[in-house]
């Protein structure tokens, strides 16, 4: 648990440190003049960089587990922090986000590794605890944001630095762990291949992960829509006042936190399909609902999206490492990255069509996506044969 607990917190503060970014938009967008098509860039920029690299990262320490890769990784997102603060142009903007993606990419993988097998069997609720840390760290910032930054201004952002020195000094510790653990086992592979695992062929492998990279999709590409530009799509509808509409972001994040920690434990009581097709299609009424009502009923409905649809990804990515025995590391690897990449390339587009259109009309169109939760249908029962395999 002081390993879990550990691995939370610093993925807490390194996704504090992510969350700055879309959280300060309205201050970039109004201090370098920028459209939404620009500002989507700057989120394709760092999803981009790091799920382009985090399979790369998850395949290599795979191999050759590298310990204290997480606490480089930490100090990457500092550097991108630093230059983030000072930046003096839209080209600074886009290497400090580039910065902060590479950082990521070295961070996720690893740590999901860890996260399993300090898991003690209980993958679900591991990496729940471990998403949820993400998830706080995602809410917290925009909070802070309008608390410090916003008044202040761009430079203030130098001051959320000793986010990331408290988390290389943390993470220093649970490489130290990780390193005495490598040595015990004396650097045998430790990727555990899932107990019960469902004896599956190679097509039906395929074809139940490429299923769920659509769910990722479906489900990235809606929550940008609320991450990136809710606090536009508030002012804009409701001409909510910018620091009020970063508050309300707050609280659908914190939603989003809250309900990432009950998707694991009940992925591991009662299956992880049944928590994947109830967390995506099941937010479908809200999503279709949302764009046509009032502020209250939005802030309501945005609470039900959050809480329900955030139980999705640690339940998909438990179930993708069963699907894939012994390779923990490849398959984080490349669910955080490809959801990183719909998150960056759902941003851009979304960006551009709001330039076109309104945000208001983006908001509608991505109100279908939680339909092609329907898709979950398909997955194979791992649960289930588990059991006839016993």
């Known amino acids: 648990m002081k390993v879990l607990l550990a691995l939370s917190f610093s993925h807490l503060l390194n996704d504090t440190i992510q969350s700055l970014l879309p959280a300060i938009y309205p201050l970039l967008k109004e201090s370098f003049s920028l459209n939404f098509t620009q500002i989507g860039l700057i989120t394709l920029t760092f999803q981009l960089t790091a799920s382009i690299l985090q399979p790369v990262v998850g395949v290599y320490t ?113 490489g130290g762990w990780y390193q005495r653990l490598l040595a015990r086992r004396h650097g045998a592979p430790l990727a555990v291949r899932p107990a019960g695992h469902a004896h599956l062929s190679r097509r039906q492998v395929i074809g139940a992960v490429a299923i769920l990279l659509v769910l990722i999709f479906s489900k990235f590409f809606y929550t940008v829509s609320l991450s990136n530009y809710y606090t536009f799509y508030l002012i804009e509808k409701f001409h909510t006042p910018v620091r009020t509409a970063q ?70 990515l438990v179930y993708a490492q069963e699907l894939v025995p012994g390779k923990v590391g490849t398959v984080a690897g490349l669910f955080f990255g490809f959801a990183f990449g719909m998150g960056g390339l759902g941003s851009a587009l979304l960006g551009s069509l709001a330039d076109y259109t309104s945000i208001i009309f983006v908001f509608k169109v991505c109100a279908f996506l939680p339909l092609l939760g329907l898709l979950a249908a398909f997955l194979p029962d791992l649960d289930g044969a588990k059991k006839q395999a016993a």
């Not at 050759?64 to 997102?77: D, E, F, N, T």
């Not at 839209?90 to 993988?109: D, E, K, T």
């Not at 009581?269 to 809200?286: E, N």
Request: net charge positive; hydrophobic share 55%.
């Open 247 to 316: 508050v309300y972001l707050f609280i659908f994040l914190f939603a989003v936190a809250a309900g990432t920690i009950l998707g694991g434990p009940i992925g591991d009581r009662y299956g992880r399909k049944a928590v994947i097709w109830g967390s995506i299609l099941g937010v479908a009424p809200f999503t279709l609902l949302l764009p046509h009502v009032n502020l209250f009923w939005t802030i309501v409905l945005t609470i039900l999206v959050g809480l329900i649809l955030s139980s999705a990804f640690s339940a998909i």
């Open 62 to 174: 795979d191999r050759r587990p590298k310990p204290y890769s997480l606490a480089i990784g930490m100090g990457v997102s500092l550097c991108g922090l630093v230059l983030l603060a000072r930046a003096p142009n839209y080209a600074s903007i886009l290497g400090a986000a580039a910065m902060v993606g590479l950082g990521s990419s070295i961070f996720h993988p690893e740590a999901s590794r860890v996260a399993r097998l300090a898991s003690g069997g209980r993958h679900g609720f591991a990496q729940a605890l471990f998403q949820v840390g993400g998830n706080l760290g995602s809410s917290i910032g925009p909070l802070l944001a309008a608390l410090i930054i916003v008044p202040r201004g761009q430079s203030a952002i130098i001051w959320f630095s000793s986010v990331a020195i408290v988390g290389i000094l943390l993470l220093s510790r649970v």
